[in-house]
């Protein structure tokens, strides 16, 4: 026997008892993203290298170590998505989305690629919902951004939710933020882990992400951003907060929140669940003003989230979900009668299904048990059909095919 194949480590087969919690999952966030006037928009699953080189930053570890990027056949470099957010400012360049009414808003969902140590909860493919909107500086865009995905994590049912949100504050108040920790990390070198040393000048904000004890000792006694910030960035802020306040959106500013993504500025977000291990971010996102002119395009404005799927599941995020109704179950053997008939009986709208594994009668009740139809019909000798009632016990003859789908929707609640 040949040596068994098994899936790529740190991707996942998402098997049918699983499908109907995404689906409804999928549903809310359509419903929540849809009524605030979010439209769907996909992108490639693949990317000129590039967007993400100049889009994510060349210093992020997205970049530098996780990204799966490889030449195609005519030499050109391509990469599978990390994240939604560059792609999405490019097909809002390249098809001229500046010229509509503005925000433009826009949703996705689908599968992302990150070259990460797998572990629960970290996947090497992972699935997002996402929502970015294009072309408002407005703080209400941000907080609107913020309530959304705080509404779909708490109508799905996640558990033990944390929203946490700063500002990064614009680049001139960042300049001096960098210094001012650059300064501070210099000056504490010996205690801070090697990774985080070397990346001083590169990302020194990714220091409050380390969890090398330490680091963690200099970093609690790091300067903070929010005492950067300039006055226009504060009252951003400040705007942010307040409607969040008036939209009843419990949260709690996290003056060291730093997101693993080069282009955020001002608002920044994370929502987080106590039912996770250390992967504890269902989502997070944030503005990001620059990017748009940074892969070409006009200075626009920008401001979005991605959520993780399967983190959400993991949080206990599954809105209730029946799986659909088998009206009818059809013995075999299989000829073109019974054929027939279940394509009728879908036709007619109903759920039916055949016997596709030759049972005997026995065996057909018992598979008629198990996805618990409510009529069991089978032919006779003779051409007439004999239609089972398994809720109410009655059995009825029929006369032919055409008439068992009659009598089956006629049948009590169908
Ligand atoms: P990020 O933009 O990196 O914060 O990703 C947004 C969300 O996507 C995270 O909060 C996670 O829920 C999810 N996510 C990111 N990376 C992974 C991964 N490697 N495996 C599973 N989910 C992920």
Redesign the pocket.
């Known amino acids: 026997m040949s040596e068994r194949i098994q899936a790529p480590r ?1 991707t996942q087969d998402v098997l049918p008892e699983q499908t109907a919690a995404r689906a409804a999952l999928e549903a809310r966030a359509r419903e929540v993203l849809e009524s605030a006037g979010y439209q769907r928009i996909e992108t490639p699953i693949f990317e000129h290298t590039e967007l993400f080189q100049r889009g994510v930053g060349e210093s992020t570890d ?1 970049v530098q170590k996780e990204m799966y990027t490889f030449d195609d056949a005519g030499g050109r470099s391509l990469t599978l998505r ?2 939604g ?1 560059a792609a999405v400012c490019r097909a809002y360049v390249e098809h001229g989305m500046h010229k509509l009414a503005q925000p433009v808003k826009l949703w996705y969902l689908g599968p ?1 690629f ?1 070259y ?1 140590r ?1 572990q629960a ?8 919902i ?1 929502a970015e909107a294009l072309g408002s500086e407005d703080p209400a865009v941000d907080a609107e951004a913020i309530l959304l995905l705080t509404t779909l994590l708490t109508d799905v049912g996640a558990r033990g939710i944390t929203v946490k949100v700063s500002s990064l504050g614009r680049l001139e108040s960042r300049a001096e933020y960098r210094a001012a920790l650059q300064d501070h990390l210099r000056r504490h070198a010996d205690k801070l882990s090697e990774e985080v040393r070397n990346r001083i000048d590169l990302n020194p904000l990714r220091a409050f992400d380390s969890d090398h004890p330490g680091t963690r000792e200099v970093m609690a006694g790091a300067p903070l951003l929010r005492d950067f910030l300039d006055a226009e960035d504060a009252q951003h802020f400040s705007e942010v907060l307040a409607l969040l306040d008036a939209a009843g959106v419990a949260y709690k500013v996290e003056p060291t929140l730093v ?3 080069d282009y955020y500025v001002r608002t920044v977000f ?2 987080h669940s106590s039912e996770l291990g250390a ?1 504890s ?5 944030g503005r990001y003003d620059r990017l748009i002119a940074e892969i070409g395009g006009p200075p626009t404005p920008g401001m979005g ?8 599941l993991l949080a206990g995020g599954a809105p209730p979900h029946a799986a659909p109704p088998v009206d009818l179950y059809v013995a075999g053997p299989v000829g073109p009668t019974q054929f027939r008939l279940v394509a009728d009986a879908r036709r007619a709208g109903l759920g039916a299904q055949l016997d596709l594994a030759g049972r005997s009668m026995k065996g057909v009740f018992k598979q008629a048990a198990r996805l618990d139809a409510r009529y069991v019909a089978w032919m006779n000798e003779d051409g007439s059909w004999e239609l089972k009632d398994r809720q109410g016990g009655e059995q009825i003859t029929a006369p032919d095919a055409d008439a068992v789908v009659r009598d089956v929707l006629r049948g009590p609640g169908l």
């Open positions: 740190g997205i990390p994240e957010t992302f990150r990460e797998a909860g970290r996947y090497r493919q992972f699935w997002q996402g997101r693993g993504l994370e929502i992967q971010a269902l989502g997070g996102g989230w991605a959520a993780g799927i399967e983190r959400i």
